[in-house]
């Protein structure tokens, strides 16, 4: 006989054992060769090594769906268990299968998917490679898609751990001394990256990542000397790291890491004398294989309908400029 400890990670220890233990006696009911001990978030299995490694395989499924749908009930431990037929989409019938694409449910019951061509190719980059390079102007997407395939990843048992970081570069002001601890000097340069967070990670639950160092929000410099394992590190607005700190980044992964950079370089916000290291990151990185470089664009837009214009306004000036 053997026996394992499971903890429970991905789905709340509430929601897993369900009113009056429904669900966790379901589950016991479809493994007899096994005998639980449940105790807040552990979970311990004793049984053959063989009916351990199936209760983990369905335990996975378990919590892909429950990732997918943020939900928890008789139907989805059913379908995880193999008791009854996952739903399929029907070719060419939108809306057959509402949960095809959706990579979360997010806090406010809102489904977050990729929602553009180019993001859906950012999505399959990152199953394929272990570096995505995400390039392109303000509002497509890029760090939410971003943050996005990292809290999947960490939901699904993919990788332990997500690091979230960005160049402290102030965008055009000079804001002079911040009050406050080190945390607090950072944060309004970090508060994309939590803002995204938030949007698919309940507060408390984010609060206790945080806390755990499950999910680590830091300057880019902060980076120095680290090697990066067994994470999804992203980091955000690139285009306002120089030659040497992108370098410095890059050579931080370890055997099981993968990254995601994303940038602008219409928008670099460092000083005058300081060069921006993506623009040749991205031309001396570009065939090296395990590394992807997705370009986005002004139809990959999702915010505001008139940000679209914007860019391209702003485009059509600067190519005046240039024929001057």
Same mark, same amino acid.
């Given at each position: ?225 680290? $090697?990066? @394992?067994?994470?999804? *590190?992203? =980091?955000?607005?690139? +285009?306002? #790291? ?7 980044? /890059? ?10 950079? $994303?940038? @602008?370089?219409?928008? *670099?916000? =460092?000083?005058?004398? +300081?060069? #921006? ?7 001396? /990185? ?12 002004? @139809? ?25």
């Amino acid at each position: 006989m053997s026996e394992k400890i499971y903890t429970l990670e991905v789905i709340d220890p509430q929601t897993f054992y369900g009113p009056n233990n429904l669900y966790l006696d379901l589950i016991k009911s479809r493994f007899p060769k096994l005998q639980f001990l449940a105790r807040g978030e552990q979970i311990k299995i004793v049984g053959d090594i063989q009916s351990l490694e199936d209760f983990g395989e369905k335990m996975r499924s378990m919590e892909i769906l429950f990732a997918k749908r943020n939900e928890f009930n008789e139907h989805l431990i059913l379908e995880a268990l193999g008791g009854i037929e996952a739903p399929t989409a029907v070719s060419g019938k939108p809306g057959e299968d509402d949960t095809k694409d959706v990579l979360l449910i997010g806090t406010r019951g809102q489904k977050i998917k990729a929602r553009t061509k180019n993001q859906r190719k950012m999505l399959e980059a990152a199953k394929k490679n272990d570096v995505v390079f995400a390039i392109g102007p303000a509002g497509t997407g890029k760090t939410y898609t971003a943050v996005a395939i990292a809290v999947l990843a960490l939901k699904e048992r993919e990788i332990r751990r997500i690091i979230l970081t960005r160049p402290a570069v102030e965008a055009g002001e000079n804001l002079g001394f911040l009050p406050g601890d080190l945390k607090e000097k950072i944060d309004p340069y970090l508060r994309p990256l939590y803002d995204a967070l938030e949007d698919m990670i309940p507060s408390d639950k984010l609060k206790s990542m945080v806390e755990s160092r499950t999910v680590e929000i830091a300057p880019l410099a902060f980076m120095r000397g680290r $090697t990066l @394992d067994n994470c999804y *590190v992203i =980091l955000d607005e690139a +285009q306002n #790291s120089t030659d040497l700190q992108l370098k410095m980044f /890059l050579t931080r992964m370890g055997p099981n890491a993968k990254l995601i950079i $994303t940038g @602008d370089l219409t928008q *670099v916000d =460092l000083p005058r004398k +300081q060069m #921006s290291g993506l623009g040749k990151a991205l031309r001396i /990185l570009d065939n090296i294989k395990g590394i992807s470089i997705i370009q986005l664009d002004t @139809d990959d837009v999702v915010r505001h309908r008139l940000v679209k214009e914007i860019i391209q306004a702003y485009d059509k000036d600067s190519d005046c400029e240039k024929d001057r």
